[in-house]
């Protein structure tokens, strides 16, 4: 179950790119996203996207139903391939290492502000602006919940139970932490060092 969760977080939320490199529908998002990276959100529009890609607009609507769906489609498609691509990754064995998603957690902490962080902030806050309950942002957010729920109830059986919360409780606790963190980095708050950011989650940890 880890493991197809993990694959459908990875790949777009559309359907998993066909490897070609010069399809449409990777120009496109390659272009949105540099466009926001340049330009942000707001002043970004489906034609400077177009015209970048070397595309007419209505390759855009052949592809994704609106701005929204094109802009957060190229945000999360980056998000999760850059940063939550090692995420739950089993070893060798086939098992998931009960510290994984703790030390995923610490390194994502203490790392360094990205560009990624703000546009994260910005198409989420574009999705609740225009009520867009199924957005590509919402579907990520959703199954990274299931995906997080999956592996702590897999690595549960490496090591002994602390506490009676449930899976979900612990599974919603780590990932708005992890949606927290991406705020914070947005905003330019200080950030920890991985060894501090691990001591203070290994000391959650041991509650559960």
């Not at 360094?112 to 867009?132: F, G, H, I, N």
């Not at 980095?185 to 290994?202: F, V």
């Amino acid at each position: 179950m880890v493991t197809s969760l993990r694959l459908r977080l990875v790949e777009t939320t559309s359907g998993a790119e066909r490897g070609d490199a010069t399809s449409t529908r990777r120009r496109l998002l390659e272009a949105a996203y540099e466009l926001l990276v340049e330009r942000g959100y707001e002043r970004t529009t489906l034609q400077q996207v177009s015209q970048r890609a070397g595309l007419t607009t209505g390759a855009v609507y052949s592809n994704f139903a609106n701005k929204l769906e094109l802009m957060s489609e190229a945000v999360m498609d980056r998000w999760a391939s850059e940063d939550l691509s090692q995420l739950f990754a089993p070893d060798p064995s086939g098992t998931i290492p009960a510290l994984r998603l703790t030390e995923h957690l610490a390194r994502h902490f203490a790392r360094p502000p990205r560009e990624e962080d703000k546009l994260v902030t910005e198409v989420t806050a574009a999705s609740l602006r225009e009520s867009q309950e199924d957005s590509p942002v919402r579907r990520r957010v959703f199954l990274l919940y299931e995906l997080t729920k999956a592996a702590i109830a897999a690595a549960r059986d490496q090591t002994v139970r602390r506490t009676e919360l449930s899976d979900e409780v612990i599974a919603l606790a780590t990932v708005s932490f992890y949606l927290g963190c991406v705020t914070a980095k947005a905003l330019g708050l200080p950030q920890p060092s991985e060894s501090e950011a691990l001591t203070y989650l290994n000391t959650v940890a041991a509650v559960y």
